[in-house]
C-alpha cells in the first residue's frame, strides 16, 4: 500500500506562449483549473499505475478545496486521512510556456495545518510505501519520517522544493529523489558532490537524481544506475517529477527491483510530458506497459 502524507492544491494553469518576467504582464492563451499539489499528484499517479492509494493532508472550507480534491476522488484514493483546516485551500498559479517549461509559486494555506497523526501507526508498517514531499510543514514530515521508520515502512522522500530538513530525518528515508536544483541545494547544505553518487555517500539512503531531458542517475550500495531519457515531443513538463515519484514509489510498493521501477517511472514520466496539465496529464498502468513495449 502506498501511504501519501503531503499537498493538495487547486492548481491555475496559465497557457502562455512564453513565461513572463519580472514587472511584465502578457496576455495567457487559455486558463485551467486542476487539481494539483505534488502529494496530491503522486498520490494520483500511484493510483493510476494500479497501486492502492491513502491520502493525508488538508484542504480549507472553500470553493478551491473540490478542484483540489477531484482528481484524487476520480483515481479512487483513499481520502479518509484527509481533513478540513481553517485556511485556504493550497493553490499555485502555474504559466507554462510554448516550450513545455513552467514557472510555479505556491501558497501552501491549509497544507501546512495537516499533521502528522492523521497518519496512524498501523498505516506505517512494512507493508506500506510512503510517500512524503516538502509542501507541508517541516517538522510534521520529520516526525512521521522518524515514526515510519520505527515502523518499518519504506520511506521515499522527494525533497521538492529544496527545504531544509532535519539531517536525522534525512537519513531515516530509503530514498531521497530530487532534481538538479535540489539536488544542488543539499550538496551546499552538506558539503559535498551534487550527483548521485556523492550525495549516497553523505547520507547513507539511496538518491535519485533526475536529469530533466537527460534522463536520472540513481546512487545505492550496490553502486550506480544511470537512466536514459525516453525520447519524446515535450508538450508540458508540469507534474512530471511528480509523475516519476508516484510510479516509482508503487513500482517499488509492488516488489520490483530498482533498475525496472526507476525505467517504469522514467517512462510514465516522459508520457506525462506529452499532454498539456497536471493530473490530467498523469498515465495508467496500460499507457506506461504499452510505452515500455
Ligand atoms: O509539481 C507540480 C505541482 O507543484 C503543481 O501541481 C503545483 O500545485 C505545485 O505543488
Same mark, same amino acid.
Given at each position: ?13 496559465? !497557457?502562455?506562449?512564453?513565461? &513572463?518576467?519580472?514587472?511584465? +504582464? ?13 502529494? @496530491? ?6 493510483? *493510476? ?8 493532508? =488538508?484542504?480549507? %472550507? ?14 479512487? !484514493?483513499?481520502? #479518509? ?16 510556456? =510554448? ?32 510517500? /512524503? ?28 522544493? =529544496? ?10 528515508? $530509503? ?5 538538479? $536544483? ?11 558532490? /551534487? $550527483?548521485?553518487? @556523492? ?6 539512503? +539511496?538518491?535519485? *537524481? ?8 540513481? %546512487? ?10 525516453? &525520447?519524446?515531443? /515535450? !508538450? ?10 508516484? !510510479?516509482?514509489?508503487?513500482?517499488? $510498493? ?15 514520466? =516522459?508520457?506525462?510530458? +506529452? ?5 490530467? #496529464? ?12
Amino acid at each position: 500500500m502506498i501511504v501519501v502524507f503531503g499537498s493538495i492544491n487547486a492548481d491555475l494553469i496559465f !497557457v502562455m506562449q512564453h513565461l &513572463p518576467q519580472p514587472g511584465q +504582464t502578457l496576455l495567457a492563451q487559455e486558463l485551467r483549473i486542476e487539481a494539483g499539489g505534488k502529494g @496530491a499528484n503522486q498520490a494520483v499517479a500511484a493510483a *493510476r499505475d494500479g497501486a492502492e492509494v491513502v491520502m493525508a493532508g =488538508a484542504v480549507g %472550507a472553500d470553493n478551491l478545496a473540490e478542484s483540489g480534491l477531484a482528481g484524487l476522488r476520480g483515481a479512487g !484514493v483513499d481520502l #479518509s486521512r484527509v481533513v478540513p483546516a481553517d485556511a485556504a485551500t493550497g493553490c499555485a498559479s502555474i504559466c507554462t510556456d =510554448a516550450a513545455g517549461r513552467n514557472q510555479i509559486a505556491v501558497a501552501p494555506g491549509a497544507n501546512l495545518l495537516a499533521r502528522e497523526r492523521q497518519v496512524e501507526d498501523g498505516l506505517l508498517g512494512p507493508g506500506t510505501t510512503l510517500l /512524503v514531499q516538502m509542501e507541508t510543514e517541516g517538522q510534521e514530515t520529520e516526525r512521521l519520517i522518524l515514526r515510519a521508520r520505527s515502523h518499518g515502512a519504506r520511506i521515499l522522500l522527494n525533497l521538492a522544493p =529544496a527545504l531544509p530538513l532535519a539531517l536525522q530525518a534525512l537519513q531515516a528515508t $530509503d530514498l531521497l529523489v530530487i532534481n538538479e $536544483d535540489e539536488a544542488a541545494c543539499l550538496a551546499n547544505r552538506l558539503g559535498s558532490g /551534487v $550527483d548521485a553518487g @556523492a550525495l549516497h555517500a553523505a547520507l547513507g539512503v +539511496t538518491v535519485i *537524481r533526475t536529469l530533466g531531458g537527460e534522463g536520472a542517475e540513481a %546512487a545505492d550500495n550496490d553502486g550506480l544506475i544511470r537512466l536514459p531519457a525516453s &525520447p519524446v515531443e /515535450v !508538450v508540458d513538463t508540469t507534474g512530471a517529477g511528480d509523475c516519476f515519484v508516484g !510510479v516509482l514509489g508503487a513500482a517499488l $510498493d509492488k516488489g520490483i527491483a530498482l533498475a525496472q521501477a526507476l525505467r517504469r517511472a522514467g517512462t510514465a514520466a =516522459a508520457l506525462s510530458c +506529452t499532454r498539456r496539465g497536471t493530473q490530467s #496529464s498523469l498515465p495508467t498502468a496500460a499507457e506506461i506497459d504499452a510505452a515500455l513495449g
